[in-house]
């Protein structure tokens, strides 16, 4: 029997009142009538009570029951669950034929290829440059990246086609195509990445193969229109090479459980070519006369054994300072041979070790991501093992065009085996003062111990040498200014102020304009 609290309510104050009727319409009732009828009326009220929390233990009773049971199949289907939510996220509404036939496209909408649950987003972003400089060796030389401006008037710095999308509920893949033109008008196209990545692996794993640009440090990782200033710091263009380090190989991540973002990587990649330029890179030289170290790079072993692979481990974690700022920091390392030395002699390696630090703050009332300001800056030292070498590459004797000559001997220089030092770093400030608009301010210094090789009275093609230029003190002041349009192009201007050892100070500035079309992935914070 179930009796609502209205109408328990209602019945008590009914019986009440006919008892106070009664009472007075008959003075013969005593008190212990009255008490009588209060005493089955309490009785009544405490057993519809008992009756309502009967109820209620059995209903929670089937209920801990049902969800007891759902647990386990909860569990197991939860990062399926996850995936169907992300892809429906993504995916686009379906829309009538007329909607689509009016609906105008805009830059914010991706250039989408679907199929079921898989789908391919395309992107595409151009980067261009404008301006002069007081340096004849632009390329190259005065700036460092493969992606930086590269000659007086302008520079086509990049136009990357990005494709990514799910593959299936297992994998995601990307893939970036550069297309760009050289300082002496040849067209070039380079594959930066392309992987696969794994989406539900357990215990907060992630695994991503292919050619994968290297998790060292803060920009490395970054493509160059993410960056904040127009070119690629010198410490990066030193240690990194032209074009960043990156190679095929696989990564492995690893979240930690902790109360804050802390998160391990292990990348394990080729260890030749270019884009391994500190390492068995076959091209040292560059634009410059001589080769890094001085040394023909004649020592590529090829890969024979694991520690012919290049290793890189990095460590990141990050921390709420307060409800406006974060604070992120992160170690990396990079150890690998080299191709320094006479083939087959000496079993030469390279160290790159790296700290980071970002701090950003924003406040809480902040629109559209501004105003803003951050900080960050990396620190590098390179450990570079240059083998012994024989410049007498013919082995005649005698001093042939294009060889390192001794000028106390006469004869083509001989080069001790030694260690090589260097270290840079850079700091960078950008204060993003109201909507789309960006100051930034950015110091390099790059410098190195003095080898022993540096110390020879060395010559090269009847010209004497002394310090490596690619080892040489120099440092650079970098003030600019970014207007964001919208968050699909960017204007920006910005003056370089550089000194570099035995050249002297040169002056200059760019403008750089680009845009994007289409879908692209997002950038780290």
């Known amino acids: ?83 169907a939510a ?38 595409l972003v151009a980067t261009f440059a404008a301006g002069t400089s007081t340096a004849n060796d632009i390329a190259g030389v005065l700036e460092l990246g493969a992606h930086d401006p590269n000659q007086r008037g302008f520079t086509v710095q990049g136009v990357e086609a990005n494709f990514a999308g799910t593959v299936d509920p297992y994998f995601r893949g990307n893939a970036n195509i550069l297309f760009q033109v050289d300082s002496s008008g040849e067209s070039l196209v380079e594959l930066e990445e392309a992987w696969l990545e794994t989406i539900s692996l357990p215990a907060n794993l992630q695994i991503r193969a292919g050619q994968i640009l290297t998790d060292f440090g803060r920009l490395n990782p970054t493509h160059p229109h ?40 292990l990348t394990v990649q080729n260890s030749q070519g270019e884009t391994a330029y500190s390492f068995r890179n076959d091209d040292l030289t560059g634009n410059f006369l001589l080769p890094y170290g001085y040394r023909n790079p004649d020592n590529n072993r090829g890969v024979q054994h694991v520690q012919d692979l290049l290793l890189t481990p990095r460590y990141t974690a990050s921390f709420d300072l307060s409800d406006t700022q974060v604070l992120l920091a992160g170690a990396s390392a990079a150890f690998g041979p080299n191709a ?25 009332n902040q629109h559209g991501g501004f105003p803003f300001v951050s900080f960050q800056t990396e620190a590098m030292l390179r450990r570079y093992e240059a083998g012994a070498f024989n ?3 013919n082995g ?62 060395l010559s090269f093609n009847g010209e004497l040498v002394g310090r490596d230029p690619q080892r040489a003190q120099r440092w650079r002041l970098s003030p600019n200014l970014t207007w964001y349009p919208s968050e699909f192009s960017k204007l920006r201007l910005q003056y370089n102020l550089d000194d570099r050892l035995g050249i002297g100070v040169d002056h200059s500035v760019w403008f750089q304009f680009e845009f994007l ?8 914070f």
């Open 86 to 123: 992300e892809m429906s996220k993504d995916a686009p509404k379906t829309a009538t034929p007329s909607s689509v036939t009016n609906a105008p496209w805009s830059p914010a909408s991706p250039i989408r290829l679907q199929s079921g649950g898989s789908y391919l987003d395309i992107g």
């Open 396 to 457: 005649n004797g005698s001093v042939d065009p294009d060889e390192l000559m001794n000028t106390q001997t006469g004869l083509p220089a001989m080069l001790r085996g030694e260690t090589l030092l260097d270290y840079g770093f850079y700091s960078q400030l950008l204060y993003g003062f109201r909507k789309g608009w960006v100051a930034g301010l950015r110091v390099d210094y790059v410098s190195s111990e003095k080898a022993g090789y540096e110390e020879l009275p």
């Open 226 to 265: 993410s960056w904040g200033f127009v070119d690629t710091p010198l410490v990066l263009g030193r240690y990194m090479g032209p074009d960043g380090l990156r190679n095929p190989g696989a990564r492995i991540s690893w979240l930690a459980p902790t109360p804050f973002y802390s998160e391990l990587f």
């Open 517 to 524: 079309l289409g879908a692209h992935a997002a950038h780290k």
């Open 340 to 364: 320094s030395g006479d083939s087959g002699v000496s079993d030469t390696t390279s160290q790159i070790y790296g700290l980071d630090l970002t701090w950003k703050w924003k406040p809480a």
């Open 1 to 83: 029997m179930k009796i609502s609290s209205t109408t328990f309510g209602f019945g008590l104050v009914s019986a009440l009142y006919f008892c106070g009727g009664s009472l007075g319409a008959q003075e013969t009732n005593d008190v212990e009538q009255l008490r009588k009828q209060l005493r089955q009326l309490q009785e009544q009220f405490e057993r519809v009570q008992q009756e309502h929390k009967s109820q209620i233990d059995s209903l929670s009773r089937k209920l801990d029951e049902i969800t007891q049971a759902q647990a386990a199949e909860a569990d197991k289907k939860k990062l399926e669950q996850e995936l």
């Open 391 to 393: 410049w007498d590459e």
